[in-house]
């Protein structure tokens, strides 16, 4: 999907999307049932975060919850942190053929060599090709690697700027300050682990330095 497309900055290597979505009058039979198989095999890989947007995501609901109130009109979304689980991932949904379609998105080269470990051909492939315009109208470059993690954009600028200063402060713990965002995000794709190590380096980029 389009709206993941576009993450950027730092420690992309740790931010990879999967989605799990089907097709009306195509492979939407038994939908549900085939999206809790499905989800155990997320399970076992270990994603960070994830949710159905009908729902919401597992930093707001427990996974009981979610798995409970799949419909056959659900998509399922969430975000692992290592090429590793990505292969992992393709691996077991390329076994388990469920007959749902599997969108990954992540730094392009290294997807492509976990799809060529899980013997999987990609049959299309969308890119993000930047920003055109007025870019000094645009956020800086750390800000954008937080905000492009929710691709609604539900997570506004000015919002990061507080948690940031938060955090530098010593006024709350980057982790704590992520899951924050992470729950303002309703699709499940928001990377907390990744967010809270960029706002840990905020605090070590502002220490003094050793004399």
Not at 26 to 47: F, H, P, Q, T, Y
Not at 51 to 56: A, I, L, N, Q
Not at 93 to 102: I, Q, R
């Amino acid at each position: 999907m389009t709206h993941s497309l576009h993450r950027c900055g730092r420690l992309q290597e740790k931010d990879y999307v999967w989605l799990l979505y089907h097709v009306k009058g195509i492979n939407d039979e038994n939908l549900a049932d085939r999206m809790r198989d499905a989800l155990a095999v997320v399970e076992d890989v270990g994603s960070v975060n994830w949710g159905d947007v009908k729902s919401g995501p597992i930093v707001c609901l427990s996974p009981e919850e979610v798995k409970a109130k799949l419909t056959d009109k659900s998509r399922l979304r969430g975000v692992f942190t290592s090429e590793e689980q990505i292969q992992s991932f393709l691996t077991k949904m390329k076994g388990a053929d469920l007959g749902l379609c599997v969108i990954i998105t992540g730094p392009l080269g290294k997807v492509l060599d976990a799809c060529h470990t899980a013997g999987i051909t990609p049959h299309t492939i969308n890119y993000s090709i930047g920003i055109f315009g007025k870019k000094d109208a645009v956020a800086d470059a750390d800000t954008l690697a937080i905000t492009t993690m929710c691709g609604h954009h539900m997570i506004p600028d000015r919002y990061v700027d507080k948690v940031r200063s938060k955090v530098v402060r010593g006024k709350t713990r980057p982790e704590r300050a992520a899951l924050k965002m992470a729950q303002m995000c309703p699709c499940g794709i928001f990377n907390q682990e990744r967010a809270g190590e960029l706002l840990e380096s905020e605090i070590k980029s502002t220490r003094p330095a050793k004399a």
